[in-house]
Protein backbone atom coordinates (compact mmCIF):
# COMPACT_ATOMS: atom_id res chain seq x y z
CA UNK A 1 0.00 0.00 0.00
CA UNK A 2 1.08 3.70 -0.11
CA UNK A 3 2.85 4.95 2.32
CA UNK A 4 3.68 8.30 3.88
CA UNK A 5 6.53 9.55 6.61
CA UNK A 6 6.22 12.19 8.34
CA UNK A 7 9.82 13.47 10.24
CA UNK A 8 10.05 14.67 12.90
CA UNK A 9 7.34 12.61 15.08
CA UNK A 10 7.84 14.90 17.82
CA UNK A 11 8.95 18.48 18.56
CA UNK A 12 9.85 20.56 21.55
CA UNK A 13 10.67 24.37 20.54
CA UNK A 14 10.91 27.52 22.22
CA UNK A 15 8.12 30.55 21.53
CA UNK A 16 9.63 32.77 18.96
CA UNK A 17 11.57 29.88 17.06
CA UNK A 18 10.57 28.28 13.41
CA UNK A 19 10.30 24.34 13.06
CA UNK A 20 10.09 22.75 9.92
CA UNK A 21 8.39 19.67 9.33
CA UNK A 22 8.83 16.92 6.24
CA UNK A 23 6.07 14.95 4.02
CA UNK A 24 7.15 12.40 2.38
CA UNK A 25 5.40 9.99 -0.04
CA UNK A 26 7.69 6.49 0.17
CA UNK A 27 6.34 4.77 -3.15
CA UNK A 28 4.46 6.72 -4.90
CA UNK A 29 4.28 10.50 -6.28
CA UNK A 30 1.87 13.02 -5.08
CA UNK A 31 1.04 15.29 -7.03
CA UNK A 32 -1.36 16.97 -4.26
CA UNK A 33 -0.19 17.15 -0.49
CA UNK A 34 -2.42 18.25 2.39
CA UNK A 35 -1.67 19.19 5.35
CA UNK A 36 -4.24 19.10 8.32
CA UNK A 37 -4.00 20.56 12.18
CA UNK A 38 -5.87 18.49 15.07
CA UNK A 39 -6.36 20.50 18.26
CA UNK A 40 -6.87 17.77 22.04
CA UNK A 41 -10.00 16.50 21.56
CA UNK A 42 -11.04 17.83 18.04
CA UNK A 43 -11.60 16.47 14.32
CA UNK A 44 -8.51 17.42 11.84
CA UNK A 45 -8.88 20.34 10.08
CA UNK A 46 -7.45 21.31 6.78
CA UNK A 47 -4.82 24.12 6.59
CA UNK A 48 -3.82 24.04 3.12
CA UNK A 49 -3.56 22.08 -0.54
CA UNK A 50 0.17 21.75 -2.04
CA UNK A 51 0.67 21.16 -5.48
CA UNK A 52 3.68 20.05 -6.71
CA UNK A 53 5.40 22.85 -8.08
CA UNK A 54 3.19 25.31 -7.27
CA UNK A 55 1.89 28.11 -4.42
CA UNK A 56 -0.24 26.42 -2.32
CA UNK A 57 -3.88 27.12 -1.06
CA UNK A 58 -4.41 28.12 1.75
CA UNK A 59 -7.94 27.69 4.36
CA UNK A 60 -9.49 30.20 5.40
CA UNK A 61 -8.48 31.51 8.74
CA UNK A 62 -4.72 29.80 8.09
CA UNK A 63 -2.03 32.49 8.06
CA UNK A 64 -0.34 31.45 4.65
CA UNK A 65 3.04 33.56 6.00
CA UNK A 66 3.26 31.80 9.32
CA UNK A 67 2.58 28.49 8.14
CA UNK A 68 5.26 28.46 4.79
CA UNK A 69 4.34 24.91 2.79
CA UNK A 70 6.50 23.98 0.13
CA UNK A 71 6.04 20.92 -2.36
CA UNK A 72 9.21 21.20 -4.52
CA UNK A 73 8.86 17.42 -5.71
CA UNK A 74 6.77 14.92 -6.41
CA UNK A 75 7.34 13.18 -3.21
CA UNK A 76 8.07 15.90 -0.23
CA UNK A 77 6.01 18.67 1.12
CA UNK A 78 7.44 20.67 4.12
CA UNK A 79 5.33 22.84 6.34
CA UNK A 80 7.07 25.41 8.39
CA UNK A 81 5.54 27.14 11.81
CA UNK A 82 7.55 30.30 11.46
CA UNK A 83 7.72 32.21 14.86
CA UNK A 84 5.87 29.65 16.84
CA UNK A 85 3.77 30.49 19.94
CA UNK A 86 2.19 28.15 22.51
CA UNK A 87 -1.30 28.43 20.47
CA UNK A 88 0.49 26.74 17.71
CA UNK A 89 1.04 23.65 19.73
CA UNK A 90 -0.75 20.92 18.13
CA UNK A 91 -1.02 17.31 16.52
CA UNK A 92 0.12 18.42 12.62
CA UNK A 93 -0.89 15.67 9.99
CA UNK A 94 -0.35 14.98 5.96
CA UNK A 95 -1.75 13.46 3.44
CA UNK A 96 -0.70 12.76 -0.05
CA UNK A 97 -2.73 12.08 -3.25
CA UNK A 98 -1.23 9.92 -6.20
CA UNK A 99 -2.52 11.73 -9.27
CA UNK A 100 -4.93 13.91 -11.02
CA UNK A 101 -8.27 11.83 -10.88
CA UNK A 102 -7.33 9.83 -7.81
CA UNK A 103 -9.30 10.89 -4.56
CA UNK A 104 -7.90 8.82 -1.97
CA UNK A 105 -5.80 10.43 0.16
CA UNK A 106 -2.89 8.56 2.47
CA UNK A 107 -1.74 9.89 5.61
CA UNK A 108 1.29 10.10 7.66
CA UNK A 109 1.56 9.42 11.08
CA UNK A 110 1.25 13.18 12.46
CA UNK A 111 3.89 15.00 13.67
CA UNK A 112 3.21 16.42 17.66
CA UNK A 113 4.53 20.16 18.29
CA UNK A 114 4.56 21.19 21.39
CA UNK A 115 5.47 25.27 21.70
CA UNK A 116 6.98 26.34 25.53
CA UNK B 1 -19.59 24.54 2.68
CA UNK B 2 -19.72 20.33 3.69
CA UNK B 3 -20.61 19.63 6.87
CA UNK B 4 -20.14 16.26 8.66
CA UNK B 5 -21.17 15.58 11.83
CA UNK B 6 -21.14 12.31 13.83
CA UNK B 7 -23.38 10.45 16.42
CA UNK B 8 -22.72 9.70 18.89
CA UNK B 9 -19.49 11.31 20.15
CA UNK B 10 -18.97 8.41 22.77
CA UNK B 11 -20.13 5.45 22.48
CA UNK B 12 -19.25 2.54 25.65
CA UNK B 13 -20.54 -1.28 24.64
CA UNK B 14 -19.72 -4.61 26.43
CA UNK B 15 -16.90 -6.37 24.58
CA UNK B 16 -18.86 -9.32 22.17
CA UNK B 17 -21.72 -6.92 21.01
CA UNK B 18 -22.73 -5.09 17.60
CA UNK B 19 -22.71 -1.63 17.64
CA UNK B 20 -23.50 0.87 14.43
CA UNK B 21 -21.94 4.38 14.20
CA UNK B 22 -23.38 7.19 12.30
CA UNK B 23 -21.76 9.63 10.40
CA UNK B 24 -23.86 12.41 8.03
CA UNK B 25 -22.93 15.26 5.69
CA UNK B 26 -24.59 18.01 3.58
CA UNK B 27 -23.44 18.25 0.13
CA UNK B 28 -24.56 14.73 -1.47
CA UNK B 29 -21.94 15.79 -4.45
CA UNK B 30 -19.06 13.59 -3.03
CA UNK B 31 -15.86 11.30 -4.77
CA UNK B 32 -15.92 8.70 -1.82
CA UNK B 33 -16.27 8.74 2.04
CA UNK B 34 -13.86 7.24 4.09
CA UNK B 35 -13.68 5.52 7.86
CA UNK B 36 -10.92 5.69 9.96
CA UNK B 37 -9.56 4.83 13.22
CA UNK B 38 -7.34 6.91 15.77
CA UNK B 39 -5.64 5.62 19.14
CA UNK B 40 -5.01 8.47 21.42
CA UNK B 41 -1.71 10.69 20.65
CA UNK B 42 -1.35 8.66 17.22
CA UNK B 43 -2.47 9.10 13.15
CA UNK B 44 -4.85 7.85 11.11
CA UNK B 45 -5.63 4.36 10.35
CA UNK B 46 -7.96 4.24 7.38
CA UNK B 47 -10.01 1.25 7.74
CA UNK B 48 -12.76 1.19 4.50
CA UNK B 49 -12.99 3.49 1.94
CA UNK B 50 -16.44 3.60 -0.38
CA UNK B 51 -16.66 5.54 -3.59
CA UNK B 52 -20.00 7.19 -4.54
CA UNK B 53 -21.36 4.32 -6.86
CA UNK B 54 -20.94 1.93 -4.11
CA UNK B 55 -23.29 1.09 -1.70
CA UNK B 56 -21.34 -0.90 0.71
CA UNK B 57 -17.60 -2.14 1.65
CA UNK B 58 -16.75 -4.54 4.00
CA UNK B 59 -13.41 -5.83 5.40
CA UNK B 60 -13.59 -8.49 8.22
CA UNK B 61 -15.72 -7.36 11.02
CA UNK B 62 -16.62 -4.02 9.56
CA UNK B 63 -19.09 -3.01 6.93
CA UNK B 64 -19.59 0.45 5.86
CA UNK B 65 -22.63 1.64 4.02
CA UNK B 66 -23.31 4.93 2.35
CA UNK B 67 -26.53 6.16 1.55
CA UNK B 68 -25.59 9.30 -0.59
CA UNK B 69 -29.22 10.93 -1.75
CA UNK B 70 -29.21 11.22 2.16
CA UNK B 71 -26.49 12.15 2.87
CA UNK B 72 -25.80 9.29 5.92
CA UNK B 73 -23.18 6.52 6.42
CA UNK B 74 -22.80 3.92 8.81
CA UNK B 75 -20.01 2.20 10.13
CA UNK B 76 -21.04 -1.70 11.48
CA UNK B 77 -18.83 -3.83 13.88
CA UNK B 78 -19.44 -7.22 14.76
CA UNK B 79 -18.66 -9.20 17.88
CA UNK B 80 -16.43 -5.97 19.31
CA UNK B 81 -13.36 -6.58 20.94
CA UNK B 82 -11.17 -4.20 23.56
CA UNK B 83 -8.70 -3.47 21.10
CA UNK B 84 -11.89 -1.57 19.06
CA UNK B 85 -11.78 0.99 21.57
CA UNK B 86 -10.21 4.36 19.56
CA UNK B 87 -11.98 7.11 17.74
CA UNK B 88 -13.40 6.41 14.68
CA UNK B 89 -13.61 8.83 12.31
CA UNK B 90 -15.86 9.63 8.75
CA UNK B 91 -14.46 12.11 6.41
CA UNK B 92 -15.93 12.91 3.20
CA UNK B 93 -14.29 14.05 0.04
CA UNK B 94 -15.17 16.64 -2.30
CA UNK B 95 -12.13 18.04 -3.69
CA UNK B 96 -10.88 17.78 0.01
CA UNK B 97 -11.42 15.55 2.84
CA UNK B 98 -13.66 17.32 5.53
CA UNK B 99 -14.21 15.07 8.79
CA UNK B 100 -16.55 14.52 11.41
CA UNK B 101 -16.32 15.08 14.30
CA UNK B 102 -15.77 11.65 15.36
CA UNK B 103 -16.93 8.87 17.94
CA UNK B 104 -15.03 7.61 20.74
CA UNK B 105 -15.86 4.22 21.28
CA UNK B 106 -14.60 2.27 24.60
CA UNK B 107 -15.28 -1.57 24.13
CA UNK B 108 -15.89 -2.78 28.24
CA UNK B 109 -13.79 -6.42 28.58
Known amino acids: GAVVSQHPSRVICKSGTSVKIECRSL??????MFWYRQFPKQSLMLMAT?????????EQGVEKDKFLINHASLTLSTLTVTSAHPEDSSFYIC????????????FGPGTRLTVL | KQEVTQIPAALSVPEGENLVLNCSFT??????LQWFRQDPGKGLTSLLL?????REQTSGRLNASLDKSSGRSTLYIAASQPGDSATYLC????????FGTGTRLTIIP
Open chain 2, 27 to 32: DSAIYN
Open chain 1, 50 to 58: SNEGSKATY
Open chain 1, 27 to 32: DFQATT
Open chain 1, 95 to 106: SARAGTGAHEQF
Open chain 2, 91 to 98: AVDNEKLT
Open chain 2, 50 to 54: IQSSQ
